[in-house]
C-alpha cells in the first residue's frame, strides 16, 4: 500500500477530475447499468466493492466516459491515458484479480476486444494497440478491480522504453528444462483439482 495521498491520486486519475455524475441519459457517461438496478447484498456493502473505484462507476456514483457496456463489462476511457484512446474494459462483477476472475468472464471480456479496439483504432488513426493487463502490485496493478487496457499504438510513438531494449534468445539448457518440468507439474496440480471439485459438486 502507497501513501494515502499517492493512493488518492492514483484513484483520482481513473474518474473525471470535475462535473457532475451523468444521467443515465447521457452519451458520455456511464448509465444507469444491470449492476446499479440490482441491491447489493450485505456481503458486498462490507466488501471492497463498496470502495472499489469501478464498482462506483458501475453503480452510476461516480462519473466516467463509456464507450461500449453490456451485461457482463463495460468500456471506459481511460482519464490518465498513455496515449489517445487508452481505454479500459472492466467487469461489472468485483475480482481483485485476473486470476481470480471466473473464465466465462475473462472469456466475455476478450471477446469484446476485437470489437472495440478496431473502433478505437479507426477512431484515433492508430494502426496498432497494446493489450495489457497488470496483474498484482508488482505487475503495477493499482486498483484492485480486474480491468484490461487497451492501448492504442502509432509506429515510432516510443511509449514503452523496453522496446528498445535487446531481447536474447532463450537457452535450451537444464535451467529452462527445469522450469518447464515446473510449470508443466503446476499446471497438471491446478486441473487435476479443479476436475476433483468438479467431480464433488456433481455428486
Known amino acids: 500500500m ?25 452519451s458520455s457517461g456511464v448509465s444507469a447499468s444491470f449492476c446499479a438496478q440490482q441491491r447489493l447484498s450485505r456481503s458486498q456493502e462490507s466488501g471492497h466493492e463498496n470502495d472499489c473505484v469501478f464498482c462506483k462507476i458501475i453503480r452510476g456514483e461516480s462519473p466516467a466516459v463509456k464507450l461500449y457496456e453490456d451485461d457482463t463489462c463495460l468500456c471506459i476511457l481511460d482519464t490518465n491515458p498513455l496515449s489517445l484512446g487508452h481505454s479500459l474494459i472492466v467487469p461489472k462483477s468485483h475480482f481483485s484479480c485476473l486470476d481470480a476472475t471466473p473464465p466465462s468472464v475473462v472469456a466475455a471480456m476478450c471477446a469484446k476486444v476485437p470489437l472495440i479496439s478496431n473502433a478505437i483504432m479507426k477512431a484515433t488513426d492508430a ?12 505487475a503495477g496493478q493499482v486498483i484492485f478491480h480486474t480491468h484490461i487496457h ?12 523496453s522496446e528498445s531494449l535487446r531481447r536474447r534468445p532463450l537457452k535450451i539448457d ?7 518440468d515446473q ?5 497438471s496440480n491446478i486441473c487435476e483439482c479443479s476436475s476433483k471439485g468438479q467431480e464433488s459438486s456433481l455428486s
Do not use: M, Y
Request: aromatic share 4%.
Open 2 to 26: 502507497g501513501t494515502p495521498k499517492r493512493r488518492l491520486a492514483v484513484l483520482s486519475s481513473h474518474l473525471l477530475p470535475t462535473g457532475p455524475a451523468p444521467s443515465s441519459s447521457s
Open 127 to 138: 494502426d496498432s494497440f497494446n493489450l495489457l493487463v497488470n496483474n498484482g502490485a508488482a
Open 150 to 161: 487497451i492501448i492504442p499504438r502509432k509506429a515510432h510513438d516510443c511509449l514503452w522504453t
Open 174 to 180: 537444464q535451467e529452462t528444462s527445469q522450469l518447464a
Open 183 to 187: 510449470v508443466r507439474e503446476k499446471l
